[in-house]
């Protein structure tokens, strides 16, 4: 694989139910102040609906 992320297939594996569930209430971005956690950029939902894609900080999915 050429994409430096890709671990083995860990990216095909599911995310956990909970992250799943907190995801879906927007409980991440209001915890986060709807700003990217590795780059400091906010989500602006006004501008073409684009929202931050949500994802383990530490690309860990079994946390």
């Known amino acids: 694989m050429s994409n430096p ?7 095909a594996e599911p995310y956990d ?3 799943v569930r907190i995801r879906a209430s927007g409980e991440i ?5 709807y ?3 590795k780059c400091g950029i906010p989500e602006i939902e006004e501008i073409n ?3 931050l ?3 383990h900080i530490d690309e860990n999915k079994d946390t």
């Open 49 to 51: 609906n684009i929202r």
């Open 53 to 55: 894609p949500l994802h």
């Open 17 to 19: 139910l909970e992250f």
């Open 29 to 33: 971005r209001r915890r986060d102040g």
């Open 5 to 11: 992320s890709y671990i083995h297939g860990k990216s």
């Open 35 to 37: 700003t990217c956690q």
